[in-house]
Every structure is written in structure tokens, then in C-alpha cells.
Nanobody, 122 residues
Framework: QVHLVESGGGSVQAGDSLRLSCAASGRASSNSVMGWFRQTPGKEREFVAMIRWRGTSAFYADSVKGRFAISRNNPENILYLQMNSLKTEDTAVYYC???????????????WGQGTQVTVAS
């Protein structure tokens, strides 16, 4: 069983940067896919980015492409989301999650962290 804990959220100004971290405890399958999602009140959870735990294949939502970068530190079991040029519309609770399939649909992700709030002011 894998347990995920996000950190690094906060309140920033538009144009600023933040780096989110997701620490994974326990053993995940080497075929796992790690994803970042976000959610605002009253809206469905939205895909942000995903990456294979092994390999370099990453995929981004169009809304963050070129501004966000997903990466991982395998020896430390940490997933990152570097967020640059933040916009007010990036305000949300950000979650990391694990799936067995390379898929942007949040419903295939079976393990989730508790989320970390990111607030971007204009």
C-alpha cells in the first residue's frame, strides 16, 4: 500500500513560481504512473500532468503546458510539480495520485494524497 503526502502549496502573486512535492511511502509498482490533478469548489477534478515512474514520458494539460513541469526523484520516492508563471486560474487544491495506466482520467487513479492549496492573487 502506497501513501502519498503533498506539500509546497501556498499563496503567491500572479507570475510567481511554486514547487509542489508529493512524498510516496511504501512500494509502488515500477509500471506506475504518477499524476497531478487540481480541483476547485463545485468543479470536477482536473488533470494537470502525469509521468511514468520509470522512464521520461510526461504529458500535460494544454492549460499548463510550457509553464508547469512534472518530475520525480526515484531514489527518494518524491514527485514534483514545478509551476512557473502562475495565473489566478491556477488557484485550486492540487493532488498527486497513482495509476496503473497512462491515462489523464482521474477515475483510473487509485491512490490519492490529501491535497495542498495553491492560491494565486492578481
Amino acid at each position: 500500500q502506497v501513501h502519498l503526502v503533498e506539500s509546497g502549496g501556498g499563496s503567491v502573486q500572479a507570475g510567481d513560481s511554486l514547487r509542489l512535492s508529493c512524498a510516496a511511502s511504501g512500494r509502488a509498482s515500477s509500471n506506475s504512473v504518477m499524476g497531478w490533478f487540481r480541483q476547485t469548489p463545485g468543479k470536477e477534478r482536473e488533470f494537470v500532468a502525469m509521468i511514468r515512474w520509470r522512464g521520461t514520458s510526461a504529458f500535460y494539460a494544454d492549460s499548463v503546458k510550457g509553464r508547469f513541469a512534472i518530475s520525480r526523484n526515484n531514489p527518494e520516492n518524491i514527485l514534483y510539480l514545478q509551476m512557473n508563471s502562475l495565473k489566478t486560474e491556477d488557484t485550486a487544491v492540487y493532488y498527486c495520485a497513482i495509476a496503473s495506466e497512462y491515462d489523464r482520467d482521474y477515475r483510473v487513479y487509485h491512490t490519492w494524497g490529501q491535497g495542498t492549496q495553491v492560491t494565486v492573487a492578481s
